[in-house]
């Protein structure tokens, strides 16, 4: 994990223990999320938000009558499996006797449905009681339409992405549909080995990219909880549930069509960190509670978020299948990412193929390799076009359409 995956798990995770006793929380999770989408009860709740639906109603706000609730829409496979592999982690933490013996842990996940900042507006305005007023600011659309227009003026090839999911989602329909075609994307992990991103449309436009990803979670069991073991625990849902399970299955029914779909598992990375996050904290909790396999742990203190914070930065652990975790003084994990390239494979599926790597942890001039001979360029070609890569480097940098 890098300083910025890092920083993004852990924004996704937020902490709450002892959540019985506790005072009403100054902040919570908007959205669909007055409720957890999935939760368990334990000693110690782990809670974590993901953008499981990527499209949020905007609920007509006429002030005259109580606005109906937020209503999610389109699953958002990637966070879903986000989402999952924590619960697989917790899981797995809760029945082993070494981490946190004798305590139970549970789990709250809120859907934040890619939208914490819509949601966050509509709801803030609502609780002031004020009336609100749309900014003049432009709307989403026309942002995405001036960034399609800036990539077809520029005289730039090649155009840093870095953007999240959704909002490359959005760009590449555009330029898709305009045809902007012969430029060389370089994306991150967000993006770059997104299965839901390929189509034969699409490839025009993305062949040749090449991005930084995590490398593949090889977790053992992880696989099979995903398509299988979950839907039969932790996610119930059949003719003969009771009332009260109907509701929720009823609500989730968009969910529920992932049962058994395992088209995604093969390419899935950044769940080895996510798993990997819940292992640290778990971790950091094992300190706190001063844990040990014979004596098993303290009886839960109140912990504090900022105990966690602490103790994250002295943990140093090896998960499963033999990967070191630990963070530098400045909160990042080691850099490790392989480079890999859209290309299209000699039965014309489209894969993403690794080219090389970056690893932090070896010594200079070890760490970056690429392998120039296994890499498509735009168009196809198996040669950068030298007369854009020879002239002084030019490039955009998209970092978001905000
Ligand atoms: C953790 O284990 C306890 C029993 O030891 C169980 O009641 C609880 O449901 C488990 N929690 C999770 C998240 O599996
Ligand atoms: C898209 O652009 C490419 C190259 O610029 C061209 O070969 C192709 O015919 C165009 N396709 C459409 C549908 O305009
Ligand atoms: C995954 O891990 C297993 C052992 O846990 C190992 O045999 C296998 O080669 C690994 N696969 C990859 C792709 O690293
Ligand atoms: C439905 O779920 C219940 C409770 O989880 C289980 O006992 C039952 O076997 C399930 N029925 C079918 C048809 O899968
Ligand atoms: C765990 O076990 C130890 C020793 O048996 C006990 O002192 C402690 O209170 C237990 N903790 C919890 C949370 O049950
Ligand atoms: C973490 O542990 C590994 C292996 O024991 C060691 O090589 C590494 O230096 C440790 N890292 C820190 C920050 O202590
Ligand atoms: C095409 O080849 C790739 C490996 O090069 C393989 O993973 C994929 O399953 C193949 N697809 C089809 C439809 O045969
Ligand atoms: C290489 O790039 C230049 C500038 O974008 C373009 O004019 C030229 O046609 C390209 N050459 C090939 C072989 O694609
Ligand atoms: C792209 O722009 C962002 C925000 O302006 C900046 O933080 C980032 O360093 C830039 N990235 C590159 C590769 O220039």
């Known amino acids: 994990m890098s300083l910025v995956t890092a920083g993004l798990v852990f924004m996704r995770l937020l902490l709450a223990f002892g959540a019985v006793e506790d005072e009403a929380p100054v902040c919570q999770i908007l959205g669909s999320s007055e409720f957890p989408l999935l939760s368990k009860e334990g000693e110690v709740m782990i809670g974590g938000a993901f953008s499981i639906h990527s499209k949020i109603s905007q609920p007509p706000l006429s002030f005259t009558e109580k606005p ?3 209503t999610c829409s389109s699953v958002n496979l990637r966070e879903f499996r986000y989402a999952q592999t924590m619960i697989f982690a ?15 842990i549970g789990y709250r996940i809120y859907d934040n449905c890619a939208s914490t900042l819509s949601s966050m507006r509509v709801v803030m305005a609502l609780m002031n009681g004020d009336g609100w007023t749309v900014g003049k600011s432009c ?25 999240a999911h959704v909002e490359m989602n959005n760009l590449l329909e ?10 060389q994307f370089i994306g991150v992990e967000a993006w770059i080995t997104a299965d839901s991103l390929v189509t034969p449309a699409s490839f025009n436009v993305l062949g040749g990219s090449l991005g930084f990803a995590v490398q593949k979670a090889n977790i053992s069991g992880l696989e099979e909880f995903l398509i299988k073991d979950f839907w039969e625990t932790d996610f119930k849902c059949n003719e003969t549930n009771n009332m009260a399970d109907a509701a929720n299955c009823k609500e989730n029914h968009d969910l529920i069509e992932l049962k058994d779909y395992d088209g995604d598992v093969a390419e899935l990375r950044m769940s080895s960190n ?4 819940i292992y640290a904290v778990a971790n950091s909790l094992h300190h706190i509670l001063k844990c040990s396999h014979s004596q098993g742990c303290d009886k839960p203190v109140k912990v504090m978020a900022w105990q966690v914070v602490e103790s994250l930065k002295q943990v140093n652990f090896t998960i499963k299948n033999g990967e070191q975790v630990w963070f530098d003084n400045t909160g990042a994990t080691v850099a490790q990412y392989e480079v890999v390239n859209w290309q299209r494979g000699t039965n014309g599926s489209i894969q993403f193929k690794p080219v090389g790597y970056y690893d932090e942890s070896l010594p200079p001039g070890q760490k970056f390799v690429l392998k120039n001979e296994d890499i498509m360029w735009p168009g196809g070609k198996t040669e950068a076009n030298m007369s854009t890569n020879s002239k002084k480097l030019e490039y955009l940098n998209i970092t978001n359409l905000k």
């Open 68 to 70: 109906t609730r937020l």
């Open 90 to 104: 917790i899981e797995e933490i809760n029945r082993s006797d070494f981490l946190l013996p004798n305590i139970s």
């Open 139 to 163: 709307s989403e659309p026309e942002k995405l339409l001036k960034v399609v227009e800036v990539i077809q003026k520029s005289t730039a090839r090649v155009i840093v992405a870095f953007m």
């Open 174 to 183: 555009q330029l898709t549909l305009q045809n902007i075609t012969g430029r």
């Open 274 to 277: 996510i798993y990997k996050a």
